[in-house]
């Protein structure tokens, strides 16, 4: 069974750094694109970055590129979002999603909450 | 990068067909036919139900189906059931390795 588990959520003030993390099993991880999806507090889905599956080739939303990096281990099956220069409305819940930006993402994680404030 | 324009709220009968609009532009919806649609229960992570505009993964009822005409994409639930009570999201690939969601429609069976 493919399972995505994500991990590292936490609160924390404006401008601080967070990494959060999704462990994977269940499928070859190193052959998939994974991307990171939020959703703010009784808002919408919003898509934030992805990353192919060498790691070589990673794309970001215009709302967090320069701050957020995303990277992957493929050796340990883990997918990371570092988050810098965070900001109040980066509060979320972070989801990890496996498939490619054409495809559509079929499987998700059940998400980590990160919550920026004073 | 636009969200896509979904209406906030649709609903029908059980039995009933009820159809979703997803507007967007000739950059995002009508320039790819990458639109994909999930179903997101409260609390839960959503679920993949439609993707590259009319293809149901595995699993997915055949009571869904998507399609697409200019820039705006539909999902169409046929005989609705009281489990298809949820929210539902669009998304688009928007070209420069971007994706795009919709704002979301919550789904009630009357």
């Known amino acids: 069974e493919v399972q995505l588990l994500e991990s590292g959520g936490d609160f924390i003030q404006p401008g601080g750094s967070l990494r959060v993390s999704c462990t994977t099993s269940?499928?070859?991880?190193?052959?998939?694109?994974m991307n990171w999806v939020r959703q703010a507090p009784g808002k919408g889905l919003e898509w934030v970055s992805g990353?192919?599956?060498?790691?070589?080739?990673?794309y970001y939303a215009d709302s967090v590129k320069g701050r957020f990096t995303i990277s992957r281990d493929n050796s340990k099956d883990t997918l990371y979002l570092q988050m810098n220069s965070l900001r109040g409305e980066d509060t979320a819940i972070y989801y990890c999603a496996k498939g490619s930006l054409w495809y559509g993402f079929d499987v998700w994680g059940q998400g980590t909450t990160v919550t920026v404030s004073s | 990068q636009s969200a896509l324009t979904q209406p906030p709220s649709a609903s029908g009968s059980p039995g009933q067909s009820v159809t979703i609009p997803c507007s967007g532009t000739s950059s995002d919806v009508g320039g790819y036919n990458y639109v994909s649609w999930y179903q997101q229960y409260p609390g839960k992570a959503p679920k993949l139900m439609i993707f590259e505009v009319s293809k149901r993964p595995s699993g997915v009822p055949n009571r869904f189906s998507g399609s697409k005409s200019g820039n705006t994409a539909s999902l169409t639930v046929s005989g609705l059931q009281a489990e298809d009570e949820a929210f539902y999201y669009c998304s688009s690939y928007a070209g420069s390795n971007v994706v795009v969601f919709g704002g979301g429609t919550k789904l009630t069976v009357l």
């Open positions: 269940g499928f070859t991880f190193s052959s998939y694109a």
């Open positions: 990353i192919l599956g060498s790691g070589q080739t990673t």
